[in-house]
């Protein structure tokens, strides 16, 4: 789970205009009623919020993120964090980026740990989060975060390309989406060059895979010319010696296999043989080849 919340009790920051994310907050829920002081933060000055984590969200279309606190008396402060992602592919792939289990009936889907709530609906992402000594049960954040959920947007479609991921196999919730190359080393250390050329043009996603601890890779380059390129260099940059040849085995005694599909590479890393590497690649193939015969 990508969150701030945790730490922004500690975090600095003077109280700002207010932001025209605060329609979408409640002045009261039950007997919690929303601060009048708020903090707005941007993508120049996230890092003046948090550090670190700030490059996760600055990754997608992150435009601006509405930090608020509801009181209650007697009882300790409920935070909430309200992100601008830009679009429903960012805000899903900034609540996908850590997500470790995911439950339906808020947004576009939630995840609960501990005193944390975090879901994803349209192109906003939002965490609402009790103060570590409040102790406040569950059900308070819940109702919180599906008030908060019934004043957005409704509509919260996945990326399409998360559909061209294989399902047999794979591991749940392991579905990850991103753009750029460093959020491809967080979650799969690949090289410390940008073998596949991504960019924040580019889209991809990746999932993990049974038996053993496979990964299935599809990156959506802005044209097919752009992918023939980036499965050359991936090629001669990961596997030098079997750059020619579709599947092969890494020094490390795993398999991978690469594919070019139109303007999509797919790479599956880390296969337990050669037979699931292409099993592996070549249904995401098929899975591609039907979705663009659709139209998708």
């Not at 990508?2 to 409640?26: H, I, K, N, R």
């Not at 308070?140 to 947007?153: C, G, K």
């Not at 889209?203 to 044209?223: C, K, L, T």
Request: hydrophobic share 35%; glycine share 8%.
């Amino acid at each position: 789970m990508v969150t701030l919340v945790a730490l922004s009790m500690a975090a600095c920051g003077g109280e700002q205009p207010m932001s025209y994310l605060a329609q979408f907050l409640p002045d009261q829920v039950d007997n919690w009623r929303l601060s009048d002081s708020t903090s707005t933060y941007n993508r120049q000055s996230i890092f003046d919020y948090i550090n670190g984590a700030g490059e996760v969200y600055r990754s997608f279309a992150f435009g601006e993120v509405l930090v608020a606190r509801y009181s209650r008396q007697g009882s300790g402060d409920i935070s909430v964090e309200l992100f601008d992602m830009g679009n429903p592919a960012d805000a899903y792939g900034v609540f996908s980026y850590a997500r470790e289990s995911e439950e339906m009936g808020i947004g576009g889907g939630y995840e609960r740990k501990g005193g944390v709530l975090c879901f994803w609906q349209n192109r906003y992402y939002v965490c609402v989060a009790a103060d570590q000594s409040s102790g406040e049960p569950t059900p308070q954040l819940v109702e919180l975060a599906r008030t908060i959920s019934e004043q957005l947007p409704a509509e919260s479609e996945r990326p399409n390309l998360v559909a061209m991921l294989p399902t047999e196999g794979m591991v749940a919730f392991s579905e990850r989406f991103f753009h750029n190359h460093q959020s491809l080393n967080y979650h799969y250390y690949l090289a410390r060059e940008n073998l596949l050329g991504l960019n924040p043009g580019t889209d991809v996603v990746m999932a993990r895979y049974q038996p053993g601890s496979s990964y299935v890779v599809i990156v959506r380059h802005e044209n097919e010319n752009e992918a023939i390129g980036s499965l050359f260099a991936f090629r001669q940059g990961y596997v030098p010696d079997n750059a020619n040849s579709q599947t092969a085995q890494t020094e490390r005694g795993k398999y991978v296999s690469s594919r070019q599909y139109s303007r999509f590479v797919v790479v599956v890393l880390d296969a337990v043989s050669e037979r699931q590497a292409d099993q592996l690649a070549q249904a995401t193939v098929e899975r591609l080849t039907e979705s663009l015969n659709w139209g998708n």
